[in-house]
C-alpha cells in the first residue's frame, strides 16, 4: 500500500487509522525491543495496519511462535491477509481489539506474552479503550509487556490506570515523532 493510499484509509476513518503516514522502521525497531523472542510463545498485535511492526515481529520470532494480528479496517485487513498468507503460525483476525478474549479462544491461545499496539488511544471513544485495555490486562502474561506508541502523552495517565509501571522511549525519526510505552504485567 503506497503512502497515498495510506492517506487515504486515513482521512475517511480517522478512528481506526491513528496516523498520517506509516510507521518509520525505527518507530518499528523500539516497538519490538523489549520482546524477548527466545521465550515467547504468543505475540498479538493490535492494529498492524501495513505490517511495518508484524515484519519486524515475523524477522526475530521462533518458528514455533504464535502471532496473532488483530486488525479493524477493512482494506488493512485484506493487504494483510494477502502479505502475511504462507506465514505458519500466523493468524490474522478482522475485528476489535475490544474482543481480545474471543480471538484467543479462536487460536487456542492461552494468554499473550506481549501485545503490541499501533491503536490510536487519543481518537478512540473512552470507553473502548477502557475495554481494550482492560482486556489486554486480564489476558498478559505475568511476566508480559504491552507496548504501544502516542504521539503525544495525552492517554499515558489513563493507561497507567492499567499498566502502573510506564517506561517511555521517544522516536523522532517517525512522521510525526512518537512516545513508545512498554507497559510491564505485573503491579
Same mark, same amino acid.
Given at each position: 500500500?503506497?503512502? /497515498?493510499?495510506?492517506?487515504?484509509? @486515513? ?7 491513528? =496516523? ?5 522502521? $525505527?518507530? =518499528? ?9 527466545? +521465550?515467547?510463545? $504468543?505475540?498479538?498485535?493490535?492494529? !498492524? ?13 521462533? *518458528? ?13 485487513? &485484506? /493487504?494483510? +491477509? ?7 503460525? /500466523?493468524?490474522?483476525?478482522? #475485528?476489535?481489539? =475490544? ?10 491461545? *492461552?494468554?499473550?506474552? $506481549?501485545?503490541?499496539?499501533?491503536? *490510536?488511544?487519543? &481518537?478512540?471513544?473512552?470507553?473502548? &479503550? ?5 482486556? +489486554?490486562?486480564?489476558?498478559?502474561? !505475568? ?7 502516542? @504521539? ?7 493507561? #497507567?490506570? $492499567?499498566? !502502573? ?6 522516536? /523522532? ?8 510505552? &512498554? ?5
Amino acid at each position: 500500500m503506497s503512502g /497515498l493510499s495510506f492517506i487515504k484509509e @486515513y482521512i475517511t476513518k480517522p478512528r481506526t487509522v491513528g =496516523a498520517i503516514w506509516p510507521s518509520s522502521k $525505527y518507530l =518499528a525497531k523500539k516497538m519490538v525491543a523489549d520482546i524477548d523472542f527466545g +521465550t515467547a510463545k $504468543y505475540i498479538v498485535e493490535y492494529g !498492524p495496519g501495513t505490517g511495518v511492526f508484524t515484519d519486524r515481529i515475523l524477522q526475530a520470532r521462533n *518458528p514455533d511462535t504464535v502471532v496473532l494480528l488483530i486488525e479493524n479496517n477493512q482494506e488493512f485487513h &485484506s /493487504l494483510l +491477509t494477502r502479505k502475511y498468507q504462507h506465514h505458519p503460525n /500466523l493468524n490474522i483476525e478482522y #475485528g476489535s481489539a =475490544a474482543n481480545l478474549e474471543t480471538y484467543l479462544e479462536k487460536n487456542n491461545i *492461552p494468554q499473550a506474552d $506481549y501485545i503490541i499496539s499501533g491503536l *490510536p488511544f487519543a &481518537s478512540l471513544p473512552p470507553e473502548v &479503550s477502557a475495554q481494550i485495555l482492560a482486556q +489486554t490486562k486480564k489476558h498478559l502474561a !505475568p511476566e508480559g509487556r504491552f507496548v504501544t506508541f502516542q @504521539y503525544t502523552l495525552l492517554k499515558k495517565d489513563f493507561i #497507567g490506570e $492499567y499498566f !502502573p509501571d510506564i517506561e517511555i522511549k521517544r522516536e /523522532l525519526r517517525n512522521i510525526p515523532p512518537a512516545h513508545v510505552l &512498554s507497559c510491564k504485567a505485573n503491579d
